[in-house]
């Protein structure tokens, strides 16, 4: 990662994080009892414990690029907004998968889950919280006209359900102790990990006013690198460790998940990684010069360490 691309993400994480603070401080308005004590600080404490726990803020840094992809002189409390809304997604997403009744992790980013930090009732709640959070920044970001505020909040929620993540999920967990077909995995991945992140994309790109054309070769490229980050992720927990990983590096294996790796070996799943980091890269060439950032994203994706 050159230094250039590593201020970069610097800022879109500084961006974001900014922006998460601004609102969830906004949200803590705190009801009290008659005697006044608070009766939803332990809620609050959650979720700042949850939102602000050394992400990489990926995703939000997908929705600056390409929304400069489109429009390189476009900033503003807008994107900041979107990026923010993903961010709530993509960690109420990490609070509910670590739960006993999902993957069961009691390590996330170095720390201990939020089930383990806190219990796993204030856990869910942390999770349903973070959900809601997400789409109420989008209704009530004032700079985005109100029909694409619509169309934001469709395309994340699509991201999100059934069609997405909760789909890819509940496949992940039906289908465990199972080894598909390729085909299969890379369908529950699509939806589990890659759903999130075409749509960041794609908000990103709405906001910067993208038309039919730009947009296909977003989406063309979000799935490419949808796909690179899972295939990156599950080398990961074969090669690298606990302590680089801030969770528990085996835990796929045991676990039984399906996994990559698993069907393609690790020889194989490199080559796969380097298919799609090419392909990923072949999509934006439409977009010229000003892709530049997603290029860089992509590369580090399916370089990094963690």
Do not use: W
């Not at 803590?28 to 608070?38: F, K």
């Not at 170095?110 to 856990?123: F, I, N, S, V």
């Amino acid at each position: 990662m050159n230094i250039a691309f590593r201020d970069y993400l610097a800022l879109c994480q500084q961006r974001t994080e900014q922006a998460l603070l601004h609102f969830i401080q906004r949200q803590a308005s705190l009801p009290t009892d008659p005697s006044g004590a608070d009766l939803t600080s332990g809620l609050y404490s959650a979720l700042n414990y949850s939102l602000f726990s050394g992400g990489k803020r990926v995703r939000p840094a997908l929705v600056y690029a390409s929304a400069a992809a489109i429009e390189p002189d476009g900033s503003g409390p807008a994107l900041d907004c979107i990026a923010a809304s993903v961010e709530c997604l993509h960690c109420y997403s990490l609070v509910h998968d670590d739960l006993p009744a999902m993957d069961d992790d009691d390590l996330r980013r170095g720390r201990p889950t939020c089930h383990k930090a806190y219990d796993e009732a204030t856990a869910i709640l942390t999770g349903d919280a973070l959900q809601c959070l997400a789409f109420e920044l989008i209704a009530d970001c004032r700079e985005i006209p109100a029909d694409q505020r619509i169309t934001l909040v469709k395309v994340l929620a699509s991201a999100a359900g059934s069609r997405g993540m909760v789909g890819g999920q509940f496949i992940d967990l039906s289908l465990q102790q199972h080894q598909p077909a390729l085909e299969l995995l890379e369908t529950m991945h699509a939806l589990k990990t890659g759903a999130l992140i075409r749509a960041a994309i794609a908000m990103g790109a709405i906001v910067a006013g993208a038309n039919d054309e730009q947009k296909g070769a977003l989406d063309r490229y979000g799935q490419h690198i949808g796909l690179a980050f899972q295939v990156k992720d599950d080398l990961l927990d074969i090669e690298s460790s606990t302590e680089t990983l801030g969770k528990r590096q085996g835990s796929d294996l045991a676990n039984h998940k399906m996994t990559y790796p698993a069907l393609l070996g690790v020889v194989g799943s490199r080559d796969k990684l380097a298919q799609l980091l090419d392909s990923a890269r072949q999509a934006l060439q439409p977009l010229g010069a000003n892709a530049r950032q997603l290029l860089q994203l992509a590369d580090y994706i399916v370089n990094r360490e963690y």
